[in-house]
């Protein structure tokens, strides 16, 4: 098992910046990458940015390139996602995800963490 907490969303004006974070415990020796999604109201979870947990293999969606980071602290567990020059269109609960070693999916959850951009 792998338990995922999160923290740093909050209430940003656009062009402004947030950290976000994920503490992972638990079975983290176990953990292939993380990865970070989020959902806008009414519409469907989607993808935004994932990492190995070790080696430095890194995706991000393409509405996000340039603006967020990914990275990673083994040492205490974390995963962060930096985000800057934030847009109306970032606001949306933001969860992180883990995916084991063997398994296509990501099985284990954060619980959520909500970002608003106010225009």
């Known amino acids: 098992q792998v338990q995922l907490v999160e923290s740093g969303g909050g209430l940003v004006q656009a062009g402004g910046s947030l950290r976000l974070s994920c503490v992972a415990s638990?079975?983290?020796?176990?953990?292939?990458?993380m990865g970070w999604f989020r959902q806008a109201p009414g519409k469907e979870r989607e993808f935004v940015a994932r990492?190995?947990?070790?080696?430095?293999?890194?995706y991000s969606a393409d509405s996000v390139k340039g603006r967020f980071t990914i990275s990673r602290d083994n040492v205490k567990n974390t995963m962060y996602l930096q985000m800057n020059s934030l847009k109306p269109e970032d606001t949306a609960v933001y969860y992180c995800?883990?995916?084991?070693?063997?398994?296509?999916?990501?099985?284990?959850w954060g619980q959520g963490n909500q970002v608003t951009v106010s225009s």
């Open positions: 995800a883990a995916r084991l070693r063997n398994s296509p999916k990501y099985r284990y």
């Open positions: 638990g079975r983290t020796s176990s953990i292939a990458d």
């Open positions: 990492k190995g947990w070790s080696g430095d293999t890194t």
